[in-house]
């Protein structure tokens, strides 16, 4: 049965330094699952996944029209309001990047900023996230020693656990295991499929194995549009467009 959808996109268009990137991309993300968006180099993937969370604002030259809506709030609208946007999501990016400070602060940072100050709470919260990222008993006796000693997988779950202490809605993926060990990689997608229970999940990879292993949905996008979306095992295993089916079986890269 069909997720409601938490984000829904209508009319889309991304033009950077003059160049149509994103061209009329209309799709409804289902609620409380893990959707893949893949497709080759350059089409589009990370450009899209950046519209959810505005972090497109950060680039020169940059036009978007259309909108992107999370629980109904446009946030391309004049008046939204980024920060409060930015808080719905959680990102994890391709390598991690722990802040230059310890486990502890990592975690506690998020929760900080929006005024949180209870010592109670905040040891409460980096507990309760870094248990739901496996990372407390690897690292409960040595919360206040530095992030950046902790091995990159390790880092990688704590870069989820500080995006998730600000209690977000969404959680964004951008080739998220690309630069892990086989093992650090199986326990994020593990840790996807369970979190999967409390947020909506987006991902872009260029993996197939993986995209079938852990996704709900697949978007498939070429040269910047929708080409198909649906089920996982629907989009990779039987296909209704051509293009879908020659990505599929490596014709396309």
Known sequence: MTQ????????????????????????????????????????????????????????????????????????????AEVTHIRKKMGLLSQRPYPLPMSIYDNVAYGPRIHGIRDKTTLDSIVEKQLKDTGLWDEVKDRLHGPANKLSIGQQQRLCLARGLAVEPEIILGDESTSALDPVSTHTIEDLFVRLKEQYTIVLVTHILRQARRISDYIIFVYMGEIVEFGPTDEVLLHPKEELTRQYVKGFIS
């Open 4 to 79: 409601h959808p938490l984000i829904r996109v209508r009319d889309l268009n991304v033009h950077i330094d003059g160049h149509h990137i994103l061209k009329n991309i209309n799709i409804s993300i289902p609620d409380k699952s893990v959707t893949s968006i893949i497709g080759p180099s350059g089409c589009g993937k990370t450009t899209l996944l950046k519209t959810f969370n505005r972090l497109l604002d950060d680039t020169a030259n940059v036009t978007v029209s259309g909108s992107v809506l999370v629980d109904d709030e446009d946030l391309y609208a004049p008046q």
